[in-house]
């Protein structure tokens, strides 16, 4: 289990003015986000339901860079001001290894739009959590990590490396899914931003109303990770996707539903609350189909985007 607990997170008592040795001129921490998830729906315990996740990794990426300064310049971490999640998880970071930060500057640079569901300020959080890790030559500890994120927000598993149903508000995996799962997705990202956070009520309720479908979803799902059957993660995708309308629908979804056979999907995806809706593929599609693609989301007012998801080589 992992631990969220306040101690995990007290001061170290006596700060380290800097990295021991030579500042690096340059360090750097990486996350990807996410296509919004597989599955997010009830984990029940003890009658109660929890929001539970199972992520969809895509290949968009945040950023974290530190650049060391000349002497006496001091640290400049003006970059956090538009940033306030990392900007707290920095601050958590340093009061738990007792550090400051050493003269330089931190900056960032992300693939990841704010507000559509594809895990930005996770990401950021985890890339600056990364980015520090190296720069003080401190081994990675995902306990700190997952420790971090639990004191700022609900989080998507972003700092996993395979797939996991994972508790977004407790910030535990409830289990480890692997990484053997590749899929391909050709999605848009629709007009608007959801609060993640204001929508978990709603969310819980939905929930609650609809307990059997979504657990025969779920259940089909790790059985469909069991058997390593990319084409059965989607279908069960799209049962999720379609709960998912009763809550925070997509205006677009019930147009992709019904074209989906002939253009050739396997499967459907959303990001429950975001913004992003799109198709999953076993299979790269092949020039043909990204021009018929493309043309169809057009046809919606959306320019379509494509990437692989997932860990498996597809």
């Known amino acids: 289990m992992l631990r969220t607990s306040p101690e995990l997170l007290t001061p170290g008592g006596g700060r380290r003015t800097t990295v021991p040795g030579t500042v690096p001129a340059y360090r750097s921490g990486v996350c990807n986000g996410t296509l919004g998830e597989l599955y997010q729906g009830p984990h029940w315990e003890a009658g109660v339901p929890h929001i539970a996740v199972v992520s969809l990794p895509v290949d968009k990426f945040s950023w974290c860079h530190f650049t060391a300064g000349p002497d006496g310049t001091g640290f400049d971490g003006s970059a956090l001001d538009a940033r306030p999640k990392a900007g707290r998880a920095v601050e958590l970071f340093l009061d738990h290894y007792g550090l ?43 306990d700190a990590v997952t420790g971090i994120l639990g004191r700022i927000e609900r989080a998507d598993s972003v700092f996993l490396d395979e797939f996991a149903l994972y508790l977004s508000a407790g910030q535990r995996i409830v289990r480890p899914l692997g990484a053997t799962v590749g899929l391909h997705a050709c999605y848009i990202a629709e007009e608007g931003t959801v609060d993640t956070e204001a929508a978990g009520p709603a969310l819980l309720a939905h929930y609650s109303r609809h307990r059997g479908a979504y657990r025969e979803c779920l259940d089909g799902l790790l059985t469909a990770f069991g058997r390593n059957d990319a084409a059965a993660v989607a279908a069960a995708a799209t049962r999720s996707a379609t709960l998912s309308q009763g ?17 050739g999907a396997d499967g459907l995806f959303v990001a429950h609350t975001g913004t992003v809706v799109g198709y999953l593929f076993q299979r790269r599609p092949d020039q043909r189909t990204r021009a018929e693609l493309s043309e169809f989301f057009l046809s919606l007012g959306h320019q379509c985007h494509f990437s692989h998801v997932g860990w498996g080589h597809v």
């Open 100 to 142: 400051t930060m050493p003269t330089g500057r931190l900056a960032f640079h992300s693939e990841l739009p704010v507000g559509k569901g594809m895990a930005s300020s996770t990401a950021d959080i985890v890339a600056a959590l990364r980015c520090l890790f190296r720069l003080f030559a401190l081994p990675y500890d995902q």
């Open 247 to 263: 809550v925070l629908p997509k205006r677009t979804f019930d147009v992709l539903l019904d074209h989906r056979a002939r253009l």
